[in-house]
């Protein structure tokens, strides 16, 4: 297998062979992680047509196509496997006005996990009638809100503060011909193909968080001692030992639905019309820009995208419900919302491009053009980095060191251990005990094997390589008090 070349402490690249090398963000230590198969797929995915860019993150493993955790950028063409079947998933942070120590008493704690589970579901197949108050989402505003995002009059029906859109990396998506009138033209004829014939309980999904790696976290905030941090930490509004709640779920089922129905009808094709796949790959189907295929596939992923982003802005209004019934009285602001499942079109190398990234996260530093008008116009927006509950997750910023990443960083900590491995492996006594040290609550009798922290990477050397990478610094680190999940397969 080809080896990487080192070019500083925490970055390499990857010779490729017949294109331009693979970036490589990752300490020594880091890039060992990285199996045959994850290298084979950014080779793969470097090589495919159309593709100018490649950038292996350090929490990079292999996915379906194109390893999770790398970012791939095209011109021409656009990739559904490098977004993959979990559109648009994303994090969100939710910053309450209250103390660490309203939460240190374990029956307040669980009040506040049950109160949360009577109103957001989870669960592969989860929706809106498992769980006694949620909110209601009948067709009609499913619809409205896959076609129109978050917008105002979605917003105002769901019970979700209207400034939050401010708070998004996107808060709405247009589609292909950036009218929202192609989403819906689109959408009328999806809902005529069997696939999407349940849509309606598809819409009663909004304000879930499915299953697997998809989580709901009550956090302590610690935000870094340096001054730059604490500056940066009173734009993004977090206040130093107070509750904050990190949220990390999709598009559900409906946003499957549209990836899966995507990657079926691209490969088809392929076959038909014999064209040759990148690496031989069936999940590196493509379409180049411009083609019926490629319009298709851009309004179904804002569609996906659009649910996604309405999903999660419920769950933060029900959590935030949730406190207040638990705790009268508690006020919530969202700090931000940011996707790691998603192609954008942004310039990369003076280039208009779509910047896929799976798995990987935006960083764009202050005084970039994209922020212009944002809360974030002179810091950089916030990056929301899952870790584990028993080390943490991050808050970061980027640095101007980002650029050579595509402005992109990692998604969080990635996988060392495949789920069937870790099941198998992993003893479950040690990882529940591990827990109670920690003083952790779930809401699951026993925390799935195949989501405990022994089943990823090496958080802080996941950190310490984007740091001395030059990519983003560290805001804040958020500390674990409860966490809400769901023992099914993983979403994405």
Not at 22 to 49: K, M, Y
């Amino acid at each position: 297998m080809t080896k990487f070349i080192p070019t500083g402490d925490a970055t390499a690249i990857l010779p490729t062979g017949t294109t331009a090398p693979i970036t490589v963000i990752g300490t020594e230590a880091i890039r060992e992680t990285f199996d045959d198969l994850c290298i084979q797929q950014a080779i793969n995915s470097r090589t495919a047509p159309g593709v100018t860019e490649l950038v292996l993150n350090p929490d990079a493993h292999c996915g379906y196509g194109a390893p999770v955790g790398c970012v791939m950028a095209s011109p021409t063409h656009i990739y559904p496997g490098p977004v993959g079947v979990d559109i648009k998933c994303s994090m969100s942070l939710l910053q309450l006005d209250l103390p660490a120590d309203a939460v240190t008493d374990r029956k307040t704690r669980r009040a506040l996990i049950n109160a949360i589970c009577e109103r957001t579901p989870t669960g592969t197949g989860k929706g809106q009638r498992s769980v006694k108050k949620a909110r209601h989402v009948d067709e009609d505003l499913g619809k409205r809100a896959v076609i129109e995002g978050a917008s105002p009059d979605v917003c105002a029906d769901l019970g979700i503060p209207a400034e939050w859109a401010d708070r998004c990396e996107d808060s709405f998506h247009v589609g292909h011909d950036e009218t929202t009138d192609a989403l819906a033209q689109r959408l009328d004829q999806l809902l005529t193909l069997p696939h999407q014939k349940n849509f309606a309980a598809k819409a009663g999904q909004l304000g879930s968080y499915g299953g697997g790696n998809h989580f709901g976290e009550c956090e302590v905030v610690e935000i870094a001692e340096d001054q730059r941090a604490q500056d940066v930490a009173k734009t993004f509004g977090l206040v130093d030992g107070h509750v904050a709640f990190l949220s990390h779920c999709g598009s559900r089922g409906f946003g499957h639905n549209l990836a899966s129905y995507q990657f079926k009808l691209l490969q088809s094709k392929f076959e038909r019309w014999g064209i040759p796949l990148p690496g031989a790959d069936r999940q590196l189907v493509y379409a180049p820009l411009g083609t019926a295929e490629a319009n298709d596939y851009l309004d179904d992923m804002a569609l996906g995208s659009n649910f996604a982003t309405v999903n999660h802005l419920l769950i933060n209004a029900l959590v935030l419900e949730a406190f207040q019934e638990v705790l009268p009285g508690t006020i919530g602001q969202l700090v931000y919302f940011i996707s790691h499942n998603i192609a954008r079109q942004e310039i990369v190398n003076n280039q208009k491009s779509w910047v896929h990234r799976k798995g990987a996260t935006r960083a764009i530093p202050g005084g970039h053009f994209s922020l212009a008008g944002t809360p974030f116009a002179e810091t950089g927006h916030p990056i929301l980095l899952p870790g584990n509950p028993r080390d943490g997750s991050a808050v970061m910023v980027a640095d101007a060191g980002a650029e050579k990443s595509c402005y992109s960083v990692n998604h969080g900590a990635g996988r060392v251990l495949g789920r069937k491995r870790a099941i198998r492996e992993l003893d479950q006594s040690t990882i529940d005990r591990e827990f109670d040290e920690q003083d952790i609550l779930s809401n699951c009798r026993f925390y799935p094997k195949d989501e405990a922290p022994a089943a990823y990477k090496d958080f802080n050397e996941v950190l310490r390589s984007v740091k001395q990478a030059g990519l983003a610094s560290e805001v804040a680190r958020l500390k674990a008090r409860f966490v809400i999940k769901d023992a099914s397969k993983a979403d994405d």
